[in-house]
């Protein structure tokens, strides 16, 4: 079976590494949105989580960078009065260097992807939504704010009143996208942020049409257990934006593009008003707390 993965953030890379105990190889399409430029160098946070975690060297405590990092550099860096509050790790520096540097030359962001997964010996592949610039920005009471310095630096505490993302109308996908979801037979929505992690990658101009015309059987797995995310400022921008913080709402914001939804099997009294919406819905534990809590789910997908 040829899967297909839209993929941002911690809870997707969770299932992706259910995913790659199931059944091995499959492709992952990163979203962009939240790569940031820091010290000159371009970090792409969510293609990076994957790339670890499918390379078995994720922090998965924290949730992102290389597990047993240090940061030397940082100390260095705050002893120079330099930025300190996007933490980059010493080990995880090499890719922004190696990145930023193969960009210069010319290559693409998929490239340069492709380049590194082949160096950490990854066999699943991961790719950029798009090669162009897409930034996830969060229109707050105090300015507009880059997500990183929304989320990281003023740790979500500044009043939402919208969510732009930049660039995405002009950007298209990669021509290695559009033929992975053309030839998928399954194509899954990670349990991802749905506003910072999944609609960045809807949103690039085309992807929601190359989804549309594929046949793949499309399914998603909602990040809501009741009316919260696992984590992360999932909520509190949904709120802000006027939808509802539950599996319901998750449905909603997908229903056109998805076949199916996996729901919270705490949430199964929603699975009416979900199918209201024409939408299928199958309840089992969504929640990874372990390896085999991962797998578990992964093989629920894969069967459904
Ligand atoms: N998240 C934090 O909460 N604090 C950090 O200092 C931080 C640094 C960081 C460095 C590299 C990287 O790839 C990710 C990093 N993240 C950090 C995670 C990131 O902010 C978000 O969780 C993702 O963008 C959401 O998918």
Redesign the pocket.
């Known amino acids: 079976m040829k899967l297909v993965a839209l993929a941002?953030?911690?809870g997707s890379a969770k299932l992706l590494r259910g995913l790659k105990s199931e059944i091995g190889k499959f492709t992952v399409i990163a979203?962009v949105g939240?790569n940031v430029w820091m010290h000159g160098l371009y970090?792409?946070?969510?293609i990076?989580?994957a790339m670890y975690t499918l390379a078995g060297i994720a922090d998965t405590r924290k949730?992102?960078?290389v597990k047993g990092d240090s940061f030397r550099m940082l100390e260095q860096m705050a002893l120079l009065r330099g930025e300190t509050?996007?933490?980059?790790?010493d080990r995880?520096l090499a890719i922004h260097l190696l990145r930023t540097e193969m960009l210069k030359e010319g290559k693409t962001l998929t490239e340069v992807t492709v380049f590194a997964l082949d160096a950490l010996k990854v066999r699943q592949r991961i790719l950029p939504v798009t090669d162009a610039p897409v930034e996830t920005r969060i229109l707050t009471k105090e300015g507009d704010l880059h997500?990183?310095e929304f989320?990281?630096r003023r740790r979500a505490r500044v009043a939402v009143k919208d969510v732009v993302y930049k660039g995405a109308r002009e950007a298209h996908p990669t021509r290695e996208v559009a033929s992975a979801v053309d030839e998928a037979d399954k194509i899954v929505i990670c349990p991802?942020?749905p506003v910072?992690?999944i609609m960045p990658i809807l949103a690039v101009d085309g992807m929601q049409t190359l989804l549309a015309s594929s046949k793949a059987e499309k399914i998603a797995v909602s990040p809501m257990i009741g009316s919260r995310p696992f984590s992360?400022p999932a909520g509190k921008i949904m709120r802000a934006l006027g939808q509802g913080t539950d599996s319901v709402a998750v449905s909603k914001m997908f229903a056109r593009l998805i076949d199916k939804i996996v729901i919270d099997e705490s949430d199964v009294g929603m699975k009416g008003k979900i199918e209201e919406l024409g939408v299928r819905c199958l309840a089992t534990r969504t929640a990874m707390n372990n390896r085999s809590q991962e797998r578990r789910l992964a093989s629920f997908l894969i069967e459904a």
């Open positions: 941002g953030g911690t979203n939240d970090v792409c946070p969510d990076d989580i949730g992102w960078g509050w996007f933490r980059l790790g995880d997500l990183q989320w990281v991802g942020n910072t992690s992360g």
